[in-house]
Structure formats: C-alpha cells, structure tokens
C-alpha cells in the first residue's frame, strides 16, 4: 500500500500557495480568512509538518481534523494552537456548510531578538491536542478576534521600525488572554474534567496494585496520559489548575500513599517495598519517601510500633 504524501511549509507563503491564497502581505506574518481557503489538491485528506506557528479560530469544520494521534469534530467555534514541527492531517472534502474563521500564523523568525522567541515555550496549549481545543464565549471569541484585526492592521500599514514590536505585543497579548480563556476551561467543564480525574484515579490505582511495577517501573506522565486519549501537556495543565500539582508531583502521592500502606501493614523490609513499587535501586525510594514526609520508611514504620 503505497504512504500517503506529507507536505512540508516551512514558510508562511508555501502554506498561503496550497490554499489557495493570494501571497502574503508579510512574509513572516499572516491573518488568514479562514473561509476562503481551498487546498490546491485533489486529496481527500492531507498530512503537512509545518514550521511556523498557528493560532486558529474556527467554525462550522464539517470534516474531520487531526493533530497528532487525536481527531477531533469541529461542531462549534473553537481555538487550536499547532506549532513547528508538529504534523497536522486534514480532510479536505467539501462541507455542507462553508467554515468560517481566521488562522493566525507566524514564522519563528519575527520572533528572533524578541523575548517572545523564548517565552512562547511557556504556553503549553501549543502541545495540545486539537480535542483539548479552547472553547470560546461570544465576548471572549470578540476579545481574541479584535486582537487578529489588529495584528493585521498592523502589518498593512507601511512597516517601520515600531511595527515588529506592536505586533509581537499584539500576539502576546493574545496569548496571555488564550491562556486565561483556558484556565476557565479548567473550571467550567467540569463534568469532563471530572471523568479524567476520575479515569486518572483508577490508572494509577490498578498501576500501584500490579506486580508489574517491577518490570514497568513508575507510570510516566506520558503513559498516563496516552491511556486518558489526552496529551501530557493538558493533563499537567489540567492538574494543576484542579490540584495545585503536577503530573509527577501527584503519581508521587499516590506513591507515598501506597508506600505506607505497606510499610504499615506489611513485613515486607524496605527494600522489598521499594522493588515492589518500581523502584531499581531502595536510596532512590528512601529518598523521595523522605523528601515527602520528612521521614525516613523506617522511622515511618517504626511510629507505628
């Protein structure tokens, strides 16, 4: 069966080309209309890397979209954030309803000598899946939308030395309000929450009950969050704004929590537990035990005697 194409834009004007745009006004930065592109191929479905940033606003996708492993419906306007290097799968068959929206996007290189370059790392909805998509209300989606125009505004007008900075404070700013828009996620889809905190429980639950801790080692981050069909970036996000904790900061709790439990109902010595737990070497137990209790496993179990 032969591999399907994945395309490659490293530039803002060879993603403009496949859809069908006119070339862009700027060459490292570009408000797209959403609706009006049209991908120049007769595929039904696409795969690219790309090497600039996108930011999106969409509504009415009718086809499928998938970013990394994950698919998601678009049945209602919603954000997505890819960055470089990232690979991206598209249907491109015509829908019912034509989509609507903007797509931001941005080259690295308009970011070079700005502290932009090295703060965008810190936002982790770029490493979000697209079914951990932002969810906007109407004032929020005008917030974000009113901040598109103007950045556009911007690289219309004859470009001088102030317009660089004006636009990098411009997408700033947008991230800043994208990552607040997201933190109330967190909070107001509950019910969803709910069931992956509650899914997170039981994996880490059946893990600490296996005996094949021993061959597995401790659950990562990543494993956990591949069995919750989520991304390690969400599930970090996610906890810590319901926990206060990281993702290895509460594997590790529920690792004290069961630590315990057998240091005080069991004869196992500790070295046994730590084995049992995952752990190759006991001082590496003994060590993160006692940085989480201020005790050791044995004066721990020796306050029970």
């Given amino acids: 069966m032969k591999s399907k194409k994945v395309y490659t834009f490293n530039t803002v004007t060879e993603f403009h080309k496949m859809g069908g745009l006119p070339k862009p006004e700027h060459p490292l930065v570009s408000l797209v209309d959403y609706g009006a592109v049209e991908y120049q191929t007769d595929e039904k479905e696409i795969s690219w890397l790309q090497n600039f940033y996108s930011i999106g606003l969409k509504r009415n996708i009718q086809g499928k979209f998938r970013y990394g492993q994950q698919q998601y419906d678009f049945d209602e306007g ?3 954030f890819v960055s470089p290097g990232q690979l991206v799968h598209l249907s491109t068959e015509k829908p019912a309803i034509r989509p609507s929206g903007f797509l931001l996007l941005i080259h690295p290189d308009f970011m070079w000598n700005t502290p932009l370059a090295k703060n965008v790392k810190q936002y982790d909805f770029f490493g979000y899946a697209v079914n951990e998509a932002l969810f906007l209300s109407e004032k929020e989606e005008a917030v974000i939308i009113g901040i598109f125009e103007n950045i556009q505004r911007e690289y219309h007008s004859n470009i001088d030395k102030f317009s660089q900075n004006i636009i990098i404070a411009q997408i700033e700013l947008l991230l800043n309000y994208c ?6 996620q967190f909070i107001t889809r509950k019910k969803g929450n709910h069931q992956i905190l509650e899914r997170l429980e039981e994996i880490l639950a059946d893990s600490f009950n296996s005996s094949n801790l021993v061959n597995s080692g401790l659950p ?9 069909h989520i991304s390690p970036n969400y599930l970090g996000s996610l906890l810590k704004a319901t926990t206060g904790q990281t993702t290895q900061q509460h594997i590790h709790s529920k690792l004290i929590e069961k630590a315990k439990e057998k240091l005080s109902t069991t004869n196992l010595s500790v070295s046994e537990i730590a084995y049992e737990l995952g752990f190759e070497h006991p001082q590496s137990f003994s060590k993160l035990f006692k940085s989480k209790t201020n005790i050791s496993p044995l004066e721990f179990r020796q306050s029970f005697n």
């Fill in 220 to 228: 990562t981050a990543q494993y956990i969050a591949g069995l919750l």
């Fill in 78 to 80: 919603l954000m997505a």
């Fill in 179 to 184: 990552e607040r828009f997201y933190q109330r």
